[in-house]
Nanobody, 114 residues
Framework: VQLVESGGGLVQPGGSLRLSCAASGFTFSRYVMSWYRQAPGKERELVAVITSADSSTNYADSVKGRFTISRDNAKSTVYLQMNSLKPEDTAVYYC????????WGQGTQVTVSS
């Protein structure tokens, strides 16, 4: 089983990034997928989740209206489109899969700074 995140980097406040998480080794379409983040000195927090059945979504209040989670079951990939980024969005972003098993990716760094 692998979850491989990509797309992180350094961006100025107000900018955008698109994170990707490519999955392999399990039946992706049957898993609820989510993005978490962890800032230095803080606990890991849920950012966004997308279900397996109908791709319904839910977001942390801090990112509502700015972030969009989506999935492509044909590509076994989940995305996180992040717009209007703020310095407080700086964190390591992790992909998570929950179903008959539970898996984490290795994380990708997002830094929002001028």
């Amino acid at each position: 089983v692998q979850l491989v995140e990509s797309g992180g980097g350094l961006v100025q406040p107000g900018g955008s990034l698109r994170l990707s998480c490519a999955a392999s080794g399990f039946t992706f379409s049957r898993y609820v997928m989510s993005w978490y983040r962890q800032a230095p000195g803080k606990e890991r927090e849920l950012v966004a989740v997308i279900t397996s059945a109908d791709s319904s979504t839910n977001y942390a209040d801090s990112v509502k209206g700015r972030f969009t989670i989506s999935r492509d079951n044909a590509k076994s990939t989940v995305y996180l489109q992040m717009n209007s980024l703020k310095p407080e969005d700086t964190a390591v972003y992790y992909c998570r899969a929950v179903g008959s098993g539970r898996f984490w990716g290795q994380g990708t760094q997002v830094t929002v700074s001028s």
